[in-house]
């Protein structure tokens, strides 16, 4: 091929052949090679297009048209074929036929196409296949054959990787200006910024040199010229090309003889030129350049370059060969990687389940033994795009978490955490289905900054709930819980937050109950569960005797028709407005309290407490016989243990209301059937005090009497 003379030049063979060849682009076969042979033709209906194969016994050179009548033609140039008159017949819902005929040296091939022809080519990895996949599917989807779930993954990486084209490195010298040149014209302040802006543009930091060089290009000064080149460099690093084409337009008009000395402007100015449109014009002054370097070690480099240019121009099968030879030709070098990983993207959008195995490994070789860093870093990111659209989901994330650990900045780290995303979501629901709850916890714990897909379902909150709680980790679900419920993304918040509330008083951990309470009132004060957070809250303000708090959260309660969650909290409130002296709310909390649990003491033990609470507050109000009524319905509700302090109680209680009768009874029952020796001390103590009240005032009788 012609291609075969550059090689044979680069490797200080021959000169002539490379400007032959470089100006008779677009590449063709030469006549007297013998002709390529078809040996095989394959037609395959499939969801929503059909793929018709060709298979060849060498490298076939061809070109390929869409007809007016709407038939797709291909042109296979100095090849021989058998007419396969069997395929004129086929017909699918996408083609009507395929047509092969010979054509002096060359085979036609006519495609006719049902409704508007849609199709794409592939060219598989020995070059000697050539496929075309022809029907809607090819718009809609530019990917075959994916597995349930990955879509998305090529929604995002498919767009970049069709899309892809930052701009081209030269990878010739960089040629810094002249310190002492610059200070024969310029002060040495200027001097200095020139260089400044020179060692932005080598470090790769375009916008400041772009900033540097324009402050000279807007003013006449003796480096005008030189600015402007270099603004164009900084330009076209920035993606915009047709300023930079314009600003080494005005160079080349200022100092045309530069760019001889410095042949990396002659690159970019070309790869402007084409970007803007131009592709006969930067060809020509791509060409130029690399005959004009073709003796330097870069040079197969720059050849490639040039054919990435036509790819992108859409000569793709003259960039194909190029890259074709250069592999062949010098393996191992930074042009044979970088023709490598090209010839490699042609298989890409072919490959199915079945058989992207094999590219995922020139992938994977590329990415360990490249000598450039792009080149691998490129390499392993489609390595892990391959896995995570066909492989299974844990190696794929496997992939996309080594690429990101090696390259935490790099060019592909983005769309990279997209891909893990959407991975975490499939592999979740995988673990799931197979009860794996260990396995889903540690999924969780390893990637809790990248589960935003995972929570687009709904149930994955309560999934790893119950992943947790099988698990027997509590510390790691309220820490994950925790973290999960500060990110915009999460959903299931509310949900979250009472479960670390309620996991957090399971273990006694209190000062975080109150915290997630009070931030689950903050956020959701609305929520359906946010009256069963205020109690909560209100009960550990209780715990630690922070009444103010406890009257703060509890309030509410005393509202008409409200009922508490948990009939403590009706007397945490009781209490807390007792022990501040507002004895009306205190009275109206105990009395729902008791209302909720009169006759279940057992379970309420606090209950008896409510009775006293109420019965103080009459008292306080000067209602001794309503404190009394309140202590004899305690005595009712007591149980045994409890029974002796009520008739203690109430004995004090009729004895200041002046019911001494009623007193003393209710102590000489605590004396005689009471069980509990200390308050049955306190009747007897009280029964003798009236006993001995009671001598005495006989005694002061009789004297009066005796005194009569």
Not at 535 to 559: F, H, S
Request: include cysteine.
């Amino acid at each position: 091929m012609p291609v075969v003379p550059i090689i044979n030049f680069l490797r200080g063979k021959t000169f002539l052949p490379l400007a032959f060849c470089l100006s008779m682009l677009p590449l063709q076969t030469a006549a007297a090679e013998d002709p390529a042979s078809v040996t095989k033709v394959v037609v395959r209906p499939r969801s929503g297009h059909t793929r018709i194969s060709f298979q060849f016994d060498r490298v076939p050179n061809y070109s390929l048209a869409v007809l007016p009548q709407g038939s797709i033609s291909l042109t296979f140039r100095n090849t021989v074929s058998s007419p396969h008159k069997k395929l004129r017949h086929y017909s699918d819902s996408n083609i009507a036929g395929v047509r092969i005929s010979t054509r002096g040296e060359d085979v036609r091939v006519v495609i006719p196409a049902k409704g508007t022809p849609v199709y794409r080519t592939i060219w598989d990895t020995e070059m000697t296949r050539v496929v075309i996949d022809v029907g809607p599917a090819v718009a809609a989807r530019t990917y075959s054959e994916l597995p349930a779930g990955r879509e998305n993954i090529w929604k995002g990486a498919g767009e970049l990787v069709r899309n892809f084209d930052p701009p081209l490195k030269a990878n010739l010298p960089f040629h810094p200006t002249d310190r002492r040149a610059l200070l024969a014209l310029l002060s040495p302040e200027e001097t200095n910024l020139v260089l400044a802006g020179e060692a932005a543009l080598y470090k790769g930091n375009a916008a400041q040199a772009k900033e540097i060089f324009s402050f000279f290009t807007e003013r006449e000064t003796p480096v005008r010229a030189l600015a402007t080149y270099r603004l164009g460099e900084a330009l076209y690093v920035l993606q915009q090309y047709s300023e930079a084409l314009e600003a080494f337009r005005r160079g080349e008009r200022l100092w045309p003889e530069y760019m001889e000395q410095n042949p990396s402007m002659s690159f970019y100015y070309g790869d402007s030129m084409v970007r803007s449109g131009d592709l006969p014009g930067g060809r020509k002054m791509l060409g130029r350049m690399i005959c004009s370097v073709a003796d330097k070690y870069y040079a197969p480099l720059l050849l490639v370059r040039l054919a990435d240019i036509l790819s992108r121009q859409g000569h793709d099968q003259e960039a194909v060969a190029i890259y074709r030879t250069v592999y062949e030709h010098f393996p191992k070098t930074k042009a044979g990687n970088h023709a490598a990983l090209k010839l490699a993207d042609r298989r890409f959008p072919g490959v199915t389940i079945d058989t992207y195995a094999s590219l995922f490994e020139e992938y994977k070789k590329l990415s360990v033994e490249a000598g450039d860093a792009s080149i691998r870093e490129e390499a392993l990111f489609k390595a892990a795009l391959l896995q995570s659209l066909y492989g299974p989901a844990d190696n794929g994330l496997s992939l996309v978490v080594s690429y990101e650990k090696r390259y935490p900045r790099g060019v592909f780290t983005n769309i990279a955490k997209s891909m893990r995303e959407e991975l975490l979501l499939i592999r979740g629901r995988e673990l799931h289905e197979a009860k794996d709850q260990a396995g889903l916890v540690a999924l969780a714990l390893d990637h809790k900054d990248y589960l935003s897909r995972c929570f687009t379902d709904a149930e994955f909150p309560l999934r790893l709930d119950v992943a947790f709680r099988t698990a027997g980790t509590i510390k790691n679900q309220n820490s994950l819980f925790s973290d999960l419920s500060s990110r915009e993304w999460a959903v299931g918040v509310p949900f979250m937050l009472r479960r670390i509330i309620d996991n957090a008083l399971s273990i006694s951990d209190y000062p975080l109950a109150e915290d997630k309470s009070r931030e689950f009132l903050d956020r959701f004060p609305k929520d359906v569960a946010a009256p069963a957070v205020r109690e909560i809250l209100g009960g550990l303000c209780y715990r630690k005797q922070d009444m103010n708090g406890v009257v703060a959260e509890l309030t509410p309660l005393l509202g008409e028709h409200r009922k508490a969650i948990s009939p403590e909290s009706h007397y945490f409130l009781g209490k807390a407005l007792s022990d501040t002296g507002k004895w009306t709310g205190a009275e109206k909390a105990m009395a729902r309290f008791i209302s909720e649990t009169r006759g279940d003491g057992a379970r309420f033990p606090t209950l008896a407490d409510a009775y006293y609470v109420c019965a103080s507050s009459r008292v306080a109000a000067g209602d001794r016989k309503g404190a009394i009524r309140w202590l004899r319905e305690g005595l009712e509700d007591a149980l045994p243990e409890q029974r002796d302090q009520f008739l203690y109680k109430l004995g004090q209680l009729c004895q200041q209301a002046g019911l001494h009768d009623q007193a003393r009874s209710y102590w000489e029952k605590s004396v005689k059937e009471g069980s509990d020796p200390v308050w049955q001390k306190l009747a007897g103590e009280c029964l003798a005090d009236v006993e001995w009240r009671e001598r005495v005032e006989k005694n002061v009788r009789q004297q009066l009497t005796s005194k009569k």
